[in-house]
């Protein structure tokens, strides 16, 4: 008596076969993933008719502030069509959480009476602001064509 394979015993197993190689082998090369990138964003809402004024304040103080304290690299972003007007979202890059045992940036550069002048007059242009922790999940994002430049950030 002959055996006689039919399709639904086949590929089945031929499944099987393929599933158990695919992980077997994913689990012999697999490289540690690097770790995920953390930065701070804070969101600002400028009282209303000031934009310009918080435009040449970010300019002329807080960046060159910023700068001389030895941050390399923020963003600063605001609505436009979209959104609430008057916000402006604020990204910076975190290396190590370390660095908010620090004192700030602003008080490096500026020291304490600076930052403190510094400070009173950003206060009185915004009516609010809010600061948090965001993680970075590639992972989870549907890439773009190579060499796609976003036109568009959501937050």
Do not use: C
């Amino acid at each position: 008596m002959s055996r006689h394979v039919t399709r639904t015993r086949f590929f089945p197993g031929l499944s099987v076969l393929l599933w158990a190689t695919a992980f077997s082998t994913a689990g012999i090369a697999q490289t540690p993933a690097p770790p995920p990138q953390t930065s701070q964003l804070t969101i600002v809402h400028v009282k209303p008719d000031m934009g310009a004024a918080w435009q040449e304040y970010l300019k002329n103080d807080a960046n060159p502030a910023v700068i001389k304290s030895g941050v390399t690299r923020r963003q600063v972003w605001t609505t436009a069509t979209f959104g609430e007007a008057g916000e402006y979202a604020i990204v910076a890059p975190i290396a190590d959480l370390s660095q908010f045992d620090d004192p700030t940036p602003l008080f490096k550069a500026l020291g304490q009476e600076g930052q403190a002048a510094l400070m009173a007059k950003r206060q009185r242009l915004i009516i609010d602001s809010r600061s948090m922790f965001i993680t970075a999940r590639p992972e989870m994002d549907v890439a773009p064509a190579p060499g796609y430049q976003a036109k568009l950030g959501v937050s």
